[in-house]
């Protein structure tokens, strides 16, 4: 397998995530493109506890893969194949995991290194650029072909992260939405940004080894984490404070109006609708219907849901 040298990313092998090398390499104090985001406070997959106690070693880091997850590793040879198609006189490269050369626990793996197709006419280090593929069903979050500031924030941090991790200026990131939407998204590596990531990694690491832990707050993997600390269960009575207890009570109380009101609202929704596609408000777009086997298979919100 071909790879591309990097001024400061250090190889530490070709490995397949899930497997038990791979863990190995993300397994201790280290900070990898997928965790920056949840450093920041931005990831939908991972809070700032979570990540914490995984990194503890106090919950578990065993990785799984999610249907989406499946889907978009199904379709990176199909998306580099496009993007090949679309730059004739470039190639991607698979790469594999690397390491900061003077920051170990600043961790990547890339899923292709851009280079030139005659690799040994005039190249040097400043022709390498990252490759970074993505697979979206909807195409929620994800702006228009071209736009730089068009991918979502967490993937932005990803991707940053691997620039900085390897020393490179430049990256590119492909998504196929829907499995028939192809979009491409220049990213250019900021001097600023890098620093405030790799700052705050290296203060996150500080509280991990220090015992620092987040605050609580109300991501789901929050939830999971503190669902999987306590091990057994005894028999006794924990007194939680008046004022937590009437915020739970209160929560509950709101969830199911919110469930009732929005059942209620894609029920009016879908009857204006009726067999359209789309139902708009003074051109401003509010929702979707799609279809599957002739009938109304989900409502999906639009993504601008400003009404300024």
Excluded at 50 to 75: I, P
Excluded at 76 to 97: F, Q, S, Y
Excluded at 180 to 205: G, M, N, Q, V
Aim: hydrophobic share 35%.
């Amino acid at each position: 397998m071909r790879t591309t040298p990097t001024p400061t990313g250090v190889l530490l092998g070709h490995l397949v995530p899930g497997t038990p090398e791979w863990d190995a390499a993300r397994t201790g104090p280290v900070i990898t493109a997928t965790r920056i985001a949840a450093v920041m406070g931005l990831s939908p997959w991972e809070s700032r506890l979570s990540l914490y106690h995984r990194l503890r070693g106090e919950t578990s880091d065993q990785f799984t893969v999610s249907s989406e997850m499946e889907w978009g590793t199904r379709h990176e040879p199909t998306i580099t194949e496009k993007w090949e198609d679309c730059h004739p006189e470039r190639m991607a490269l698979p790469t594999g995991t690397w390491r900061h050369r003077d920051r170990p626990w600043q961790r990547c793996t890339p899923d292709r290194l851009i280079v030139p197709r005659v690799l040994y006419v005039a190249w040097t280090i400043a022709d390498t650029e990252v490759l970074e593929l993505k697979f979206s069903p909807t195409g929620e979050g994800w702006g228009p072909d071209g736009d730089p500031l068009g991918i979502p924030v967490y993937y932005r941090c990803q991707v940053m992260w691997q620039l900085d991790t390897l020393g490179l200026t430049r990256a590119t990131v492909a998504v196929l939405i829907a499995g028939h939407d192809y979009r491409t998204y220049p990213i250019e590596w900021d001097a600023d940004e890098a620093e405030l990531l790799r700052k705050s990694a290296r203060a996150f690491l500080d509280d991990v080894e220090a015992g620092r832990r987040p605050d609580i707050d109300g991501h789901s993997a929050t939830y999971q984490a503190i669902r999987q600390l306590p091990d057994g269960m005894q028999d006794i009575d924990v007194e939680i404070d008046a004022a937590l207890r009437d915020r739970y009570f209160a929560a509950i109380d709101a969830h199911a109006a919110a469930e009732t009101e929005l059942a209620e609202c894609r029920s009016r929704i879908l009857d204006r609708i009726g067999d359209g596609r789309r139902a708009r408000t003074d051109g401003q777009l509010v929702a979707t219907r799609t279809v599957r086997d002739g009938h109304t298979h989900s409502l999906q919100p639009a993504r601008d849901r400003s009404t300024a």
